[in-house]
Nanobody, 116 residues
Framework: QVQLVESGGGLVQPGESLLLSCATSGVNFKFYKMSWYRQAPGKERESVGSITSGGAEDRIADAVKGRFTISRDDAKDTVFLQMTDVKPEDTAVYYC?????????WGQGIQVTVSS
């Protein structure tokens, strides 16, 4: 059974940092391109960025470039989203996704709220 489980979300103040994790199981993680998406209230889901199976960041959204970093630990089958200098507009439900050869799996999402 394939599972992607996000963790690390919550309430943070503007300017603070937050680390999201997405632990996977049931997939051969090292082959998967992993991505982060987010969906703010009343808005469509948007891509935050991706990391290739080789560990290279790919297509980081302009809105988060320079503030968010995506990394992966293949030994732990986990992908991370390091969020720094967060802003109220980063408030959203964050999702991870895994892709490999037409197979696509999503996590259930985790809430991040940026507010003072």
């Amino acid at each position: 059974q394939v599972q992607l489980v996000e963790s690390g979300g919550g309430l943070v103040q503007p300017g603070e940092s937050l680390l999201l994790s997405c632990a996977t199981s049931g997939v051969n993680f090292k082959f998967y391109k992993m991505s982060w998406y987010r969906q703010a209230p009343g808005k469509e889901r948007e891509s935050v960025g991706s990391i290739t199976s080789g560990g290279a960041e790919d297509r980081i959204a302009d809105a988060v470039k320079g503030r968010f970093t995506i990394s992966r630990d293949d030994a732990k089958d986990t992908v991370f989203l390091q969020m720094t200098d967060v802003k109220p507009e980063d408030t959203a439900v964050y999702y991870c996704k895994g892709d490999w050869r037409g197979f696509e799996y999503w996590g259930q999402g985790i809430q991040v709220t940026v507010s003072s």
